[in-house]
């Protein structure tokens, strides 16, 4: 029955190995789509306006706002884990605090985020009011 389990847990590891990797190359192909995009219409002669060259070069990415929506997810997870612990705590008393404990721990992780967010967010209008009194 044991080696069961391992080989569980094996999968499970690898599952999360071929999302990353999945993920990984998803993005890199994404990228290169952009660019050979971006190589074509100059290769056709044309030329490109500043808002897709921004787009297709991701800067006009914001961080920020993806933090932030992160952070709102997250944070609301968490209740619903102390929520979850109280349910199985009624039935199982042992398992009440540890879940309690995870959703403790979610909880400041989307905090962080929103921490974050409202960091970046910040330093964002700091580099563009430095930027904006050097070139303007």
Do not use: C
């Amino acid at each position: 029955m044991e080696g069961i389990f391992g080989l569980a847990a094996l999968g499970f590891w690898l599952f999360i190995a071929a999302a990353a990797v999945g993920g990984i190359w998803d993005g890199v192909r994404k990228r290169e789509a952009e660019h050979e995009t971006l190589r074509r219409i100059i290769e056709s002669g044309k030329t490109p306006d500043q808002r897709l060259i921004d787009k297709l070069l991701g800067t006009d990415k914001a961080p920020e706002r993806d933090l932030k929506v992160a952070g709102v997810i997250v944070t609301f997870v968490a209740p619903g884990l102390a929520i979850m612990g109280w349910i199985i705590g009624r039935q199982e008393p042992d398992a009440f605090m540890p879940i309690v404990g995870a959703a403790a721990l979610v909880g400041f992780v989307g905090i962080g985020l929103l921490v974050g967010a409202a960091y970046m967010a910040r330093a964002r209008r700091e580099d563009d009011q430095r930027n904006s009194n050097l070139f303007g």
